[in-house]
């Protein structure tokens, strides 16, 4: 399986973004998607989860500003990023947990994509 992000940038506080994360592969099922993020020095944290059903989760730092959403004929996910601040700037990685079509389980994690919110 393969994750490709996107849509990384350069952006003033205040702005919007809309990150894109593209899966290819041997995929069965989505059990979750998400999107983490690293800041310089600091270590890697969840951003915002969406299960197969559909349920997202976010991390309260986001709530409000940032929006997960997918596209299962395209096997992408979204994550619209609204109202950005300096403090939002960090590596963004996309992750799934996904399921075969042998049944079994694994964790993938994209490249990453950098945004930078600098005015």
């Known amino acids: 399986v393969q994750l490709q992000a996107s849509g990384g940038g350069l952006v003033q506080p205040g702005g919007s973004l809309r990150l894109s994360c593209a899966a290819s592969?041997?995929?069965?099922?989505?059990?979750?998607m998400g999107w983490y993020r690293q800041a310089p020095g600091k270590q890697r944290d969840l951003v915002a989860t969406?299960?197969?059903?559909?349920?997202?989760n976010y991390a309260d730092s986001v709530k409000g500003r940032f929006t997960f959403s997918r596209d299962n004929a395209k096997n992408t996910v979204y994550l619209r990023m609204n109202s950005l601040k300096p403090e939002d700037t960090a590596v963004y990685y996309c992750?799934?947990?996904?399921?075969?079509?042998?049944?079994?389980?694994?964790?993938?994690w994209g490249p990453g994509t950098l945004v930078t919110v600098s005015s």
């Open positions: 969406i299960t197969d059903g559909g349920t997202s």
């Open positions: 592969g041997d995929i069965f099922r989505f059990n979750v």
């Open positions: 992750h799934a947990e996904v399921e075969s079509n042998t049944g079994s389980i694994n964790d993938h």
